[in-house]
């Protein structure tokens, strides 16, 4: 891989990381103000899904080319994570069920090695370990710690559907019928908005909200500018920088890159909201950014770099 290609790659990655780490600091003050947080979900895929609608329909050939590559997309990397998290944390504290969500990165080094049976890099390995105990500080993990099964189980299910993320993202990146990232993306929000919709049922939601204003820290800002960052910024802007990166790099070193989202949303909600940061998560978040350094090292084999991760899209009847 050239230097130039994957200094991009990561400044990508680390674009991608900030902005979906600034989706709380946004999404939190609409939660407080009265919406459901599975409400704002669904504004921020529904959102999502009708600022891309153009280039969905620019790509609509996509439908009958990659049917299950964008089923999968919308069901896994955008609907089940987002479902899946929030149903963890109605049962688990929340610092718990972003470290498990934040395993993702780990459980797709495992799928690689384990399942597909392929090498992964040390500087991988190693840079996702570092992360994951830095992210263990950044929640602080042994605060109010309640083990419940159900929610556990659902924090590992976010977690999964996080590491096939990444693993969706890489499909196509090489061969001569590569799906363009902003088309597969576009189709991913609307299938996530068609499960959301049926998860979320938005008809419940108390739109009023929307119309009002909205408490960022100590200073009110009108609802619909906050849904705006969450929509293009945390939303759209973080798919198009992350998956964009994933075919740059790769999977295992975009997955290492991302858990700076969780250090991002801590920082920004110190800053912004005032909330506490303790001695413990400045550790973790340096933690978090050595693990990331160490995997952005890594150089796979020139062997490896010709395949994607997986080859779902290839031939559906094969899957």
């Known amino acids: ?23 709380g600091v946004a999404a939190k003050p609409l939660i407080e103000a009265g919406l459901d947080p599975l409400h704002m979900v669904w504004l921020r895929v529904a959102g999502a899904a009708l600022v891309l609608s153009p280039l969905a329909w620019r790509h609509r050939d996509l439908v009958r080319r990659k049917p299950l590559l964008l089923a999968g997309f919308g069901l896994i990397a955008v609907a089940g994570v987002q479902a899946f998290y929030f149903a963890s944390l109605s049962r688990i504290p929340v610092g718990v069920a972003l470290l498990l969500e934040y395993l993702g990165p780990a459980l797709l080094l495992g799928w690689i090695r384990f399942v597909q049976r392929k090498p992964v890099t040390r500087a991988a390995a190693a840079g996702a370990a570092v992360a994951v105990v830095g992210l263990a500080c950044v929640v602080q993990i042994w605060a109010g710690l309640s083990l419940d099964l159900l929610g556990v189980l659902l924090g590992l299910a976010a977690a999964c559907c996080q590491a096939f993320y990444f693993v969706f993202a890489d499909q196509g990146s090489d061969g001569d019928d590569v799906p ?6 576009a189709y991913g929000m609307i299938v996530g908005t068609l499960v959301m919709t049926a998860i979320a049922r938005p008809w419940q939601m108390d739109w009023r909200v929307l119309g009002g204003d909205a408490a960022l820290g100590e200073v009110m800002v009108p609802a619909p500018v906050l849904l705006g960052w969450v929509v293009l910024i945390a939303t759209v802007l973080a798919y198009l920088t992350g998956v964009v990166s994933v075919r740059k790099l790769s999977p295992q070193v975009a997955g290492v890159v991302a858990c700076l989202e969780a250090v991002v949303a801590t920082v920004l909600a110190w800053v912004l909201l005032g909330e506490h940061l303790a001695t413990w998560q400045i550790v973790g978040g340096a933690l978090v950014l050595g693990g990331a350094f160490i995997a952005q090292t890594s150089r796979p084999a020139a062997h490896l770099a010709a395949e994607p991760v997986a080859a779902l899209d290839r031939d559906p009847s094969k899957v």
Do not use: E, K, N, T
Not at 3 to 16: F, I, P, V, Y
């Open 1 to 23: 891989m050239q230097a130039s290609g994957r200094h991009a790659g990561l400044g990508l990655a680390l674009g991608s990381a900030i902005a979906f780490g600034g989706s």
């Open 180 to 185: 363009d990232p902003m088309g597969v993306i």
